[in-house]
């Protein structure tokens, strides 16, 4: 089961008490004191695990604690301080305060690790009060409270390719060529349910991740189909794939599907509406002569690379491509102008 949201409360653990006690000395009054100081409660982190990929730990658990820190004792015995609690989440957890609607932490890397709540001090025993003028002390100091927090947790997961386009649009096949993923692939809409990643393997010990998300349609942003309530997971990519079908089973058109698609990402977002984009036309099996091919890019006016997903014409050059364009952003920290533009309006 795919979670990408949850919502939690978690606490420190509380710092444990002072301790009253005296010893039985010769010619020291009440036998002197020698209670102990209490530990210091456990503090909470979040770390970023590579063996996570989802938030289903946080299904049935909603509340989570760090272990108190335990009570001073005589014979100068100071408590053990709790145990940190480390909750493992997956890369690209975002961690907001519920309450306050702030975002703490963005754990966009593997091993990234953050404290969200604080233990709290261990309180001070009878022998921390005894002065000269005042050799036997009853006082001591109760624990402080750990810090607690309710939390809500969102996961972007973190690609280098974002698949977009219609249902039936031939995404999951595509990831299905390209990477060890096997997706549902079905011939009826909206066959993927949840987000899928896959590792892309190239010649020369090169890899990108592939990420294939639901498919959209005309007013997801009011909520049509399954809505795009899935796009945060493409927040964090390079580069857009966007996947059109040259024959739309709906006999549909494809420009205009093109265009209900980028309106979409621009209702969702301006920044993801603006990234870089490759358009991918597929099931080219199915326009032989390449007469619909052509007729797209004149409409599009804007290059598209034409692959075949189910026979696997163009997949190879498609890679190459996404692998050069990938290098090309990461490296120059900008789009180039021939692939991957951002798209315009006509």
């Known amino acids: 089961m795919f979670i990408d949201e949850a919502r939690i409360y978690v606490k420190a653990g509380d710092g444990g008490n002072g301790c009253v006690s005296f010893r039985r000395e010769k010619f020291v009054p009440k036998g002197g004191p020698d ?14 695990a590579a063996d996570r990929d989802t938030l289903l730990d946080f299904a049935g658990k909603h509340h989570w604690r760090a272990e108190n820190g335990k009570h001073g004792g005589g014979n100068n015995m100071f408590g053990s301080d709790g145990q940190d609690l480390v909750i493992p989440v997956p890369p690209g957890t975002l961690i907001y305060d519920e309450d306050l ?28 009060f005894a002065t000269s003028t005042n050799q036997a002390p009853r006082e001591y100091e109760p624990g402080k ?21 219609m249902p039936n649009a031939g995404k999951s096949t ?39 998300i639901p498919g959209l ?24 794939v966007h996947i059109l079908d040259i024959m739309p089973t709906d006999g549909s058109d494809p420009v205009d599907n093109y265009r209900a698609i980028r309106e979409e990402l621009t209702q969702y977002s301006k920044t993801l509406a603006q990234k870089s984009e490759v358009v991918v036309v597929n099931k080219m099996d199915l326009d032989p002569d390449g007469a619909r091919l052509a007729d797209l890019r004149d409409r599009l006016m804007r290059e598209v690379v034409p692959i075949s997903a189910a026979t696997g014409q163009g997949i190879k050059e498609l890679t190459e491509l996404l692998w050069q364009k990938i290098t090309q952003v990461k490296n120059a920290g900008k789009e180039d102008e021939t692939w991957g533009t951002p798209y315009r309006p006509s």
């Open 35 to 48: 209670g102990g100081d209490g530990g210091k409660g456990g503090d909470v982190y979040f770390e970023a």
């Open 101 to 128: 609607g702030l975002l703490l932490k963005d754990l966009n890397e593997t091993g990234m690790k953050v404290r969200v709540c604080r233990g709290g001090r261990g309180g001070k025993g009878n022998r921390a």
């Open 145 to 165: 409270p750990g810090q607690e927090r309710n939390l809500r947790l969102e996961l972007k997961l973190i690609a280098d390719v974002g698949l977009v386009g």
């Open 174 to 212: 595509l990831l299905s060529r390209c990477s060890a993923a096997r997706p549902k692939i079905a011939p009826y809409p909206f066959t993927t349910l949840e987000p899928v990643l896959g590792i892309v393997e190239l010649s020369g010990f090169r890899r990108f991740v592939m990420a294939d």
């Open 217 to 240: 349609i005309e007013g997801a942003s009011q909520g049509a189909g399954l809505g795009h309530d899935f796009l945060r997971h493409i927040e964090r990519t390079v580069i857009l």
